[in-house]
């Protein structure tokens, strides 16, 4: 599976970004899907995922309730949308892809990160 995370940018404090990962390849629609993130200095740590059916997400406790994960199997896709952004959540953003779920970053795909800065 290839994946190519998007929709990064600059955004003030409260404000909202959807991120999108794009994937190729094996069938999308048989893999659970994950959104990593990693602030400057920081280790990688989890945010989000989603089953491969759409029907169970899960959440970090940083992001729960500000952050709703979401898939287009169809379109090959998943989304993070991210409200009342805070500065802490600055960092790269990846989305990955596995047959398990983790809240570890040993997920068997990823994609290049999409860099999020939310400034105060």
């Known amino acids: 599976v290839q994946l190519q995370a998007s929709g990064g940018g600059v955004v003030q404090a409260g404000g909202s970004l959807r991120l999108s990962c794009a994937a190729s390849?094996?069938?999308?629609?048989?893999?659970?899907m994950g959104w990593f993130r990693q602030a400057p200095g920081k280790e990688r740590e989890f945010a989000a995922a989603?089953?491969?059916?759409?029907?169970?997400?899960y959440y970090a406790d940083a992001v729960k309730g500000r952050f709703t994960i979401s898939r287009d199997n169809a379109k090959s896709t998943v989304y993070l949308q991210m409200n009342s952004l805070k500065p802490e959540d600055t960092a790269v953003y990846y989305c990955?892809?596995?047959?398990?779920?983790?809240?570890?970053?040993?997920?068997?795909?990823w994609g290049k990160g999409t860099l999020v800065t939310v400034s105060s």
């Open positions: 990955a892809a596995d047959r398990n779920i983790k809240t570890i970053d040993t997920w068997n795909y």
């Open positions: 989603i089953t491969w059916s759409g029907g169970t997400t």
């Open positions: 390849g094996r069938t999308f629609n048989s893999y659970n």
